[in-house]
């Protein structure tokens, strides 16, 4: 019978968790719903958010307009959604291209040729019309610049910040005031020529046009990006009239053309994901494990129920390791439904902005799905033995709700390691608790598990030694009667 006990201990304990409506909705429900919910979420804010930042439109500041009147009119031609643009526009709508589609998969070219292919466009073609519609035989096929040529910035060209009379002074402008002026909206740049620009441009000579902007400010740098592609434009145009000009050939102006193309991996997005998902994993790794915990040791002393159970013919040692089973299992239950729900979201395509977003480049079959969960289970005996030892310590339930706060915390910083840039997976992270866990998880969701399988031994190694030395603190701990019994 005593061979059983912990068994039998961990029998009665489990049912009387999963009769606690707190406890399941932590240990099942939120992870199961909110790992899917909230990438969809942040998924289609990016994008909606985006567009709507593309699309707003801003004011933008000539601070001495005399000094390029040339490039000026250059600038509010382009500035809005006419010619070439509209051309552009209207030869997507006629494919059945959207805005969003192509922002979502702009920096994913694989993606990009998937979602003409899924379309049943053909490439080659789409190419050469849209090189016709723009009247640029060196068009750049790829979706960023099919919307930047279809949608370009929607600028509203000013000569002085609106709502304010007072106009530049021929010294330059005032940093502050134009801080200001971005600050609070009036503006989202401004552009400034150097004062012989005209006739630098007539003398066949290159000029200098400063665009100053708020880096803190995203309308500010969407204005920026906007301003560069306009001025990029103008000064293709310029070059192009000069050759012809000089009856020279064409590639007389850029004898080198350097073109670049991205190799498959991971995005911007899939890398912003790659450092959430460690993080929430861990997380909910601990919330699973936080309410079993608090109840099964300072609930009890709550309830008059740890007396009895003392009392019964088991030992200590099988009492400690049946409560501890029950809090790993919340864990680990809590982790798995959390990675689980990720997977079948991204397989049945609940999550296909992320998928078509990801352009197959989230790594996240089933191997990585096993190996991520086996990385989590010792750190779910760390967790579930970090926080029997707390609960039994406490003389409440609301006791130990306080306790567990700084704890959550020690534990949400190392967790968070993975958002930190620079910070890789080494000899030396991979022994440190937590650290090595989450930054494991983040080299698995970016596809370089095969690079860190020594790393992979070596966490498995230091966690379980390290959740193993808790779990005797734990045990220790609950033999002391000054510790069980606190008045």
């Given at each position: 019978?005593?061979?059983?006990?912990?068994?039998?201990?961990?029998?009665?304990?489990?049912?009387?968790?999963?009769?606690?409506?707190?406890?399941?909705?932590?240990?099942?429900?939120?992870?199961?719903?909110?790992?899917?919910?909230?990438?969809?979420?942040?998924?289609?804010?990016?994008?909606?958010?985006?567009?709507?930042?593309?699309?707003?439109?801003?004011?933008?500041?000539?601070?001495?307009?005399?000094?390029?009147?040339?490039?000026?009119?250059?600038?509010?031609?382009?500035?809005?959604?006419?010619?070439?643009?509209?051309?552009?526009?209207?030869?997507?709508?006629?494919?059945?291209?959207?805005?969003?589609?192509?922002?979502?998969?702009?920096?994913?070219?694989?993606?990009?040729?998937?979602?003409?292919?899924?379309?049943?466009?053909?490439?080659?073609?789409?190419?050469?019309?849209?090189?016709?519609?723009?009247?640029?035989?060196?068009?750049?096929?790829?979706?960023?610049?099919?919307?930047?040529?279809?949608?370009?910035?929607?600028?509203?060209?000013?000569?002085?910040?609106?709502?304010?009379?007072?106009?530049?002074?021929?010294a330059g402008p005032d940093p502050q005031a134009l801080v200001d002026?971005?600050?609070?909206?009036?503006?989202?740049?401004?552009?400034?020529?150097?004062?012989?620009?005209?006739?630098?441009?007539?003398?066949?000579?290159?000029?200098?046009?400063?665009?100053?902007?708020?880096?803190?400010?995203?309308?500010?740098?969407?204005?920026?990006?906007?301003?560069?592609?306009?001025f990029r434009a103008q000064g293709k145009e310029i070059s192009a009239?000069?050759?012809?000009?000089?009856?020279?050939?064409?590639?007389?102006?850029?004898?080198?053309?350097?073109?670049?193309?991205?190799?498959?991996?991971?995005?911007?997005?899939?890398?912003?994901?790659?450092?959430?998902?460690?993080?929430?994993?861990?997380?909910?790794?601990?919330?699973?494990?936080?309410?079993?915990?608090?109840?099964?040791?300072?609930?009890?002393?709550?309830?008059?129920?740890?007396?009895?159970?003392?009392?019964?013919?088991?030992?200590?040692?099988?009492?400690?390791?049946?409560?501890?089973?029950?809090?790993?299992?919340?864990?680990?239950?809590?982790?798995?439904?959390?990675?689980?729900?990720?997977?079948?979201?991204?397989?049945?395509?609940?999550?296909?902005?992320?998928?078509?977003?990801?352009?197959?480049?989230?790594?996240?079959?089933?191997?990585?799905?096993?190996?991520?969960?086996?990385?989590?289970?010792?750190?779910?005996?760390?967790?579930?033995?970090?926080?029997?030892?707390?609960?039994?310590?406490?003389?409440?339930?609301?006791?130990?709700?306080?306790?567990?706060?700084?704890?959550?915390?020690?534990?949400?910083?190392?967790?968070?390691?993975?958002?930190?840039?620079?910070?890789?997976?080494?000899?030396?992270?991979?022994?440190?608790?937590?650290?090595?866990?989450?930054?494991?998880?983040?080299?698995?969701?970016?596809?370089?598990?095969?690079?860190?399988?020594?790393?992979?031994?070596?966490?498995?190694?230091?966690?379980?030694?390290?959740?193993?030395?808790?779990?005797?603190?734990?045990?220790?701990?609950?033999?002391?009667?000054?510790?069980?019994?606190?008045?």
């Amino acid at each position: 019978m005593k061979r059983f006990a912990a068994m039998t201990v961990f029998k009665k304990e489990l049912l009387d968790v999963s009769r606690d409506r707190r406890t399941l909705l932590f240990m099942l429900v939120i992870p199961t719903l909110s790992v899917p919910l909230l990438m969809w979420l942040l998924t289609d804010l990016m994008v909606h958010f985006t567009e709507k930042l593309a699309r707003e439109q801003v004011q933008v500041l000539v601070i001495n307009p005399e000094a390029a009147p040339d490039l000026v009119a250059g600038l509010k031609h382009r500035a809005t959604l006419v010619g070439r643009a509209q051309k552009i526009a209207t030869l997507l709508e006629e494919k059945g291209l959207t805005e969003k589609e192509l922002a979502v998969v702009r920096n994913e070219p694989q993606a990009f040729v998937k979602l003409l292919e899924e379309r049943g466009i053909d490439s080659n073609a789409m190419a050469a019309e849209l090189r016709a519609a723009s009247e640029d035989e060196e068009f750049d096929f790829s979706a960023g610049n099919i919307i930047a040529a279809a949608f370009p910035p929607n600028f509203e060209i000013v000569t002085r910040i609106p709502g304010e009379t007072a106009t530049p002074t021929p010294a330059g402008p005032d940093p502050q005031a134009l801080v200001d002026a971005v600050r609070t909206d009036k503006i989202a740049a401004a552009i400034e020529f150097a004062p012989d620009a005209h006739a630098r441009l007539a003398a066949g000579d290159a000029t200098v046009v400063r665009v100053h902007y708020l880096q803190t400010s995203d309308s500010s740098v969407t204005a920026l990006r906007g301003l560069k592609s306009i001025f990029r434009a103008q000064g293709k145009e310029i070059s192009a009239q000069r050759i012809l000009a000089n009856n020279l050939p064409p590639g007389f102006a850029q004898p080198i053309k350097v073109q670049s193309k991205r190799l498959p991996g991971p995005s911007l997005l899939i890398k912003i994901m790659a450092q959430l998902l460690p993080y929430m994993i861990l997380i909910f790794a601990m919330l699973g494990a936080l309410y079993p915990a608090i109840d099964l040791g300072a609930g009890e002393k709550e309830r008059g129920t740890l007396e009895t159970l003392l009392a019964a013919p088991v030992s200590r040692l099988a009492i400690v390791l049946g409560k501890f089973g029950v809090i790993l299992l919340a864990a680990l239950v809590s982790a798995f439904l959390a990675t689980a729900s990720l997977a079948a979201s991204l397989h049945l395509g609940v999550l296909s902005t992320f998928s078509m977003a990801s352009g197959g480049s989230f790594s996240f079959g089933t191997g990585e799905a096993v190996v991520a969960l086996l990385l989590v289970v010792p750190i779910g005996c760390i967790f579930a033995s970090l926080l029997l030892a707390l609960s039994i310590f406490a003389k409440s339930f609301k006791e130990a709700q306080s306790y567990s706060s700084p704890l959550q915390m020690i534990i949400v910083l190392p967790a968070f390691v993975s958002f930190i840039p620079g910070v890789k997976l080494d000899w030396l992270t991979a022994s440190i608790p937590v650290v090595n866990v989450s930054l494991a998880l983040k080299e698995i969701f970016t596809g370089n598990l095969d690079q860190h399988l020594m790393h992979i031994g070596v966490i498995f190694l230091s966690t379980s030694v390290f959740g193993g030395l808790l779990l005797w603190f734990a045990t220790w701990w609950f033999q002391r009667e000054q510790v069980l019994f606190r008045t």
